[in-house]
Nanobody, 121 residues
């Protein structure tokens, strides 16, 4: 059994900052990529950022230069530092982790429960 527990969402003013965390626990053999998605009201879920197993980071265009994805391998945790927040960043943010439960099995994607980020103008 694998669990992803998110924390760190909340309310911020435009220009402010928030930091999201997502910790994976349970039966984990290895972790591949980790990342974040978000879903704004009335919109489809969209990809935000990814960090690969070798630490390469990739960002959706609208968050480049404002958001930073990082991870703590020892803690199986991924972070999203969000600076210079804008009202259009308002959304439920979900972490995703591609992980392997046991040797020889294919990776499986797990989703966090989602955390609300609200940015006021």
């Amino acid at each position: 059994q694998v669990q992803l527990v998110e924390s760190g969402g909340g309310l911020a003013q435009a220009g402010g900052s928030l930091r999201l965390s997502c910790a994976a626990s349970g039966s984990i053999f290895s972790i591949n990529a980790m990342g974040w998605y978000r879903q704004a009201p009335g919109k489809q879920r969209e990809w935000v950022a990814t960090i690969t197993p070798i630490g390469t980071t990739i960002y959706e265009e609208s968050v480049k230069g404002r958001f930073t994805i990082s991870r703590d391998i020892a803690k199986n945790t991924v972070y999203l530092q969000m600076n210079s927040l804008k009202p259009e960043d308002t959304a439920v943010h979900y972490c995703v982790v591609d992980l392997v439960i046991s040797r020889g099995t294919p990776p499986v994607r797990y989703w966090g429960q989602g955390t609300q980020v609200t940015v006021s103008s």
